[in-house]
């Protein structure tokens, strides 16, 4: 039987696994105490706007521990930001609990493979309920792992949602690196494998392009095959906040301070002097 509390009722019911799969079905698994009943409803709310989308998904029928559910996200026509999960039944409702921290890197990547416009990708909340992230997305080089060796600036990582296929073959790159003030550029040979990256650039060929100026710049990858140059940065984790979280050791070339840092939209930067 469900009890009420302040804002509706609650219902003997968690989520044991939770996953959107390549194809954008929210998968999810039900510990039930009780079989669900005809008319309630998986309601969606955006955290930030209020806006709310729901789908039917009680129905009378056999007792069960436990149930599956499938629902496909593209219909529901659901912004970017964040979304709450509840349970609906006669106008009241009640956040849906979670036991499934709703995170696979591997999931991530392959998730990442195909051209996407929105990602969506399933989490639990650090009070235990479950909610959706869903981002814009777009072709990106997704950084895995960045270092200062040799006097060179290199970084790896994958193409994600540019469609590419994840094999052997090779495709021709380049890593540019922009400073907007001045119209500065220094770019190198990169390679990509399939969807992989790496790339590597002398730090004195970046001071020797801006001698006289501190200041940062923007890398991007230039990859034949995507029709647009490709932003640096780190989307496909659970780090919300890299600009204060993540902090990499910096290189000194010539007396100056090189060091990488994220921007709050988890794009990749390299600070120069300052």
Same mark, same amino acid.
């Given at each position: 039987?469900?009890?009420?509390?302040?804002?509706?009722?609650?219902?003997?019911?968690?989520?044991?696994?939770?996953?959107?799969?390549?194809?954008?079905?929210?998968?999810?698994?039900?510990?039930?105490?009780?079989?669900?009943?005809?008319?309630?409803?998986?309601?969606?709310?955006?955290?930030?706007?209020?806006?709310?989308?729901?789908?039917?998904?009680?129905?009378?029928?056999?007792?069960?521990?436990?149930?599956? *559910?499938?629902?496909? /996200? &593209?219909?529901?026509?659901?912004? #970017? =930001?964040? $979304?709450?999960?509840? +349970?609906?039944?006669? !106008?009241?409702?009640?956040?849906?609990?979670?036991?499934?921290?709703?995170?696979?890197?591997?999931?991530?990547?392959?998730?990442?493979?195909?051209?996407?416009?929105?990602?969506?990708?399933?989490?639990?909340?650090?009070?235990?309920?479950?909610?959706?992230?869903?981002?814009?997305?777009?072709?990106?080089?997704?950084?895995?792992?960045?270092?200062?060796?040799?006097?060179?600036?290199?970084?790896?990582?994958?193409?994600?949602?540019?469609?590419?296929?994840?094999?052997?073959?090779?495709?021709?790159?380049?890593?540019?690196?922009?400073?907007?003030?001045?119209?500065?550029?220094?770019?190198?040979?990169?390679?990509?494998?399939?969807?992989?990256?790496?790339?590597?650039?002398? *730090?004195?060929?970046? /001071? &020797?392009?801006?001698?006289?100026? #501190? =200041?940062? $710049?923007?890398?991007? +990858?230039?990859?034949? !095959?995507?029709?647009?140059?490709?932003?640096?940065?780190?989307?496909?984790?659970?780090?919300?906040?890299?600009?204060?979280?993540?902090?990499?050791?910096?290189?000194?070339?010539?007396?100056?301070?090189?060091?990488?840092?994220?921007?709050?939209?988890?794009?990749?930067?390299?600070?120069?002097?300052?």
């Amino acid at each position: 039987m469900a009890l009420f509390d302040g804002e509706g009722f609650v219902m003997g019911v968690v989520v044991t696994d939770a996953e959107v799969t390549l194809a954008d079905i929210l998968s999810l698994r039900l510990a039930i105490d009780e079989p669900l009943e005809a008319g309630t409803e998986l309601l969606l709310r955006h955290r930030a706007t209020g806006v709310e989308r729901h789908v039917l998904i009680g129905s009378p029928g056999a007792r069960a521990q436990e149930a599956t *559910l499938a629902v496909s /996200l &593209a219909p529901l026509e659901l912004t #970017a =930001g964040r $979304w709450d999960a509840y +349970l609906r039944r006669d !106008g009241a409702r009640s956040r849906l609990r979670s036991i499934d921290p709703g995170f696979s890197l591997d999931h991530l990547d392959a998730y990442a493979l195909c051209q996407r416009t929105l990602a969506y990708r399933s989490y639990r909340t650090r009070n235990g309920y479950l909610a959706l992230k869903i981002s814009e997305a777009g072709p990106a080089a997704e950084v895995r792992a960045i270092w200062f060796r040799e006097g060179r600036f290199e970084v790896t990582g994958l193409l994600a949602y540019t469609g590419l296929e994840d094999d052997d073959s090779r495709h021709e790159a380049v890593l540019t690196l922009d400073r907007r003030m001045t119209a500065a550029r220094v770019s190198a040979t990169a390679t990509v494998q399939g969807v992989r990256f790496h790339a590597a650039v002398s *730090l004195v060929d970046v /001071l &020797a392009a801006d001698p006289d100026e #501190a =200041g940062t $710049w923007e890398p991007a +990858l230039e990859v034949a !095959g995507v029709p647009t140059p490709l932003r640096l940065g780190t989307w496909l984790d659970d780090v919300d906040g890299k600009r204060r979280r993540l902090h990499y050791p910096s290189a000194v070339v010539d007396g100056v301070l090189i060091r990488p840092c994220y921007t709050a939209d988890d794009e990749l930067r390299i600070e120069v002097g300052g």
